[in-house]
């Protein structure tokens, strides 16, 4: 019996070391053999010269051939296609440039506006009376006038006008023939409470040019978003490939215990149940490499979404094989200098502090609004016809201060006023003519005449214009005793 149990044991052993080798053979492999975690797959050299292009070489299939070929990509090839191929970013490129248009429209309210008008009329008709001059009455009316507007930052506003006009008439009464009238007037405005200020009126371009930088941080931000995705997809690829070779490798040694279990079975030194074990344990394996290709597939999809390849390339038939290892770096991490950094760089913290100045902004010119209008408003013109016609009757015209002239007839003063208008005249030269009558007799104890020159409904022909003058300015002449000339009836028309 002593001899027997030590050829058992002797067979056993055997067998258990026939069973061990190839398990030990493998191992020996694995270690030999380079590791694809470990070894940096090298591009060819026309992928590297496609590569600053963003577009990844692909193995020629042979003619006839089903296969498509595998991709190789980078990680930098595959973070340059999604670049450039994701639509997101595309379409956000264009708010930086629609935002600076936003700022030219802004500025446009400051823009000057010059404006020219050219009009010429003739009216023909019957006279009515022996006064008309003529038989057939006829007038020619024409009409140059320019202006140059603009509103200024600080709340105001000013317009020159120039207005230009030719009269031609056959009437015989006419004593100039054609006349000309040339009127230069300058109204300027200023907001004092209301829309007084630059920083209330240069809150629109100032927003707009925050809202064009939040569109480029927001764009930074689109760009950082799709490379950390293309990172993290890629680097799933990488991994779901390892772990296929590791559920391989477990699956062989599933395999390997199996068959040693087996033989130790029939060796007679384990119970039949160690097999039933082995085979459940090689059968989940298996059902583990099932799964590992199937993540494999989906991390290579996910990889082909976001990169996004033209249609035209087939991505979808094709097998990416990564080009990078995954590396291992140790690096000592800083939590305050990197929440620092994190303040400075990150794009989405930058927007919300210009979304901030712009509710800023916003919010002081809302309160400005809530303040009453307030306005200076000034004018100045200069007629010349008037002068002219003051000239030609025979007043000696004096231009002491700008604006306020005096005409002398021998001893006669007289003080004009001129005021010119589309519509009829009010009494705005009767208040200025006072003051100033007042005035010269503080001063020289005389009281001066009063001459009120007047062109109003001047884009009318003087034969068609309706009173010149309002109501409450004649009545307020023939109480101060002032007298009221039309510019068209200084030249005897």
Request: aromatic share 4%; hydrophobic share 40%.
């Amino acid at each position: 019996m002593t001899v027997f149990h030590g050829k058992v044991r002797s067979l056993t052993k055997w067998v258990m070391l026939l069973a061990v080798l190839p398990a030990a053979v493998a191992w020996a492999e694995d270690n030999l053999s380079p590791s694809s975690g470990q070894t940096r797959v090298v591009l060819s050299a026309d992928l590297g010269r496609l590569a600053p292009q963003a577009t990844p070489q692909v193995e020629s299939p042979q003619p006839g051939s089903v296969d498509v070929g595998d991709l190789r990509l980078s990680l930098r090839e595959a973070v340059l296609l999604a670049l450039k191929n994701n639509l997101d970013i595309a379409i956000a490129n264009y708010n930086p440039k629609i935002t600076a248009e936003s700022i030219t429209i802004a500025k446009a309210v400051f823009d000057p506006l010059v404006s020219l008008t050219v009009d010429a009329n003739k009216t023909v008709k019957p006279s009515t009376s022996v006064l008309g001059g003529a038989v057939v009455s006829s007038t020619e009316n024409q009409d140059v006038n320019a202006s140059l507007s603009q509103t200024l930052p600080i709340g105001g506003s000013y317009t020159l006008g120039l207005t230009n006009n030719r009269l031609n008439t056959n009437s015989s009464f006419a004593r100039i023939n054609p006349a000309y009238q040339t009127t230069l007037t300058l109204s300027i405005t200023q907001n004092l409470l209301k829309n007084f200020g630059p920083d209330v009126n240069t809150a629109p371009i100032k927003i707009a040019r925050n809202n064009q930088a939040i569109s480029v941080t927001q764009l930074r931000q689109q760009a950082n978003q799709v490379i950390t995705s293309v990172n993290s997809a890629y680097w799933s690829l990488v991994f779901a490939i390892e772990n296929l070779e590791v559920q391989k490798r477990s699956l062989r040694l599933a395999r390997e215990l199996e068959e040693l279990n087996k033989a130790r079975v029939r060796a007679g030194v384990a119970a039949p149940v160690e097999v039933t074990q082995a085979e459940a344990q090689a059968a989940a394996q298996v059902q583990n490499v099932i799964l590992a290709e199937k993540a494999i597939k989906d991390a290579e999809d996910q990889l082909k979404l976001i990169v996004n390849i033209p249609d035209g390339e087939r991505i979808w038939t094709r097998t990416i094989v990564p080009a990078d290892a995954a590396p291992f770096e140790t690096a000592p991490v800083n939590a305050e200098a990197s929440i620092q950094e994190a303040l400075e760089k990150r794009p989405e913290y930058a927007a919300a502090k210009l979304t901030l100045q712009n509710s800023d902004l916003d919010l002081r010119v809302k309160r400005n609004q809530l303040l009453p209008s307030l306005q200076f408003q000034g004018s100045v013109g200069l007629n010349e016809v008037a002068l002219d016609a003051l000239r030609l009757i025979g007043f000696a015209v004096y231009d002491r201060d700008p604006g306020a002239l005096e005409l002398r007839d021998g001893d006669c003063s007289l003080l004009p006023e001129i005021e010119s208008g589309e519509h009829p005249i009010d009494l705005a030269p009767h208040y200025r003519l006072r003051q100033r009558i007042e005035r010269e007799i503080e001063r020289r104890g005389v009281a001066p005449r009063g001459l009120l020159i007047v062109n109003g409904a001047r884009l009318m022909p003087p034969e068609q214009r309706a009173p010149e003058v309002s109501e409450a300015l004649r009545v307020a002449a023939e109480t101060m005793r002032y007298c009221i000339a039309p510019t068209h009836t200084l030249f005897g028309a």
